[in-house]
């Protein structure tokens, strides 16, 4: 069963830098869309930003938009989120998603846990 797993989460400092990691252990299939979630202590899980496999995004979420980018690599099954001028606010687990079309999203990996600290 193909399985994500999420790496580069950890503590840094305000206006910071992190690059999240999230390789597919198998063939995707159909599962064309890989995206980034986040899920901040007593909030709901967010929708960061998805990428087909052509390489298309959708949006990102307001609250990323300037900051975060994300990309792919096809040939090694992972897909990247840059995530520069980090904010206290952007604390959260970021979770790796797969799923068809970038509209739904079944395989999901276990997270990994961001801390920004003011």
């Known amino acids: 069963q193909v399985q994500l797993v999420e790496s580069g989460g950890g503590l840094v400092q305000a206006g910071g830098s992190l690059r999240l990691s999230c390789t597919a252990s198998g063939r995707l299939g159909s599962r064309d869309a890989m995206g980034w979630f986040r899920q901040a202590p007593g909030k709901e899980r967010e929708f960061v930003v998805g990428?087909?496999?052509?390489?298309?995004?959708?949006n990102y979420a307001d609250s990323v938009k300037g900051r975060f980018t994300i990309s792919r690599d096809n040939a090694k099954n992972t897909v990247y989120l840059q995530m520069n001028s980090l904010k206290p606010e952007d604390t959260a687990v970021y979770y790796c998603?797969?799923?068809?079309?970038?509209?739904?999203?079944?395989?999901w990996g276990q997270g990994t846990q961001v801390t920004v600290s003011s």
């Open positions: 998603a797969a799923g068809p079309g970038g509209v739904a999203w079944d395989l």
């Open positions: 990428i087909r496999r052509n390489g298309g995004t959708t």
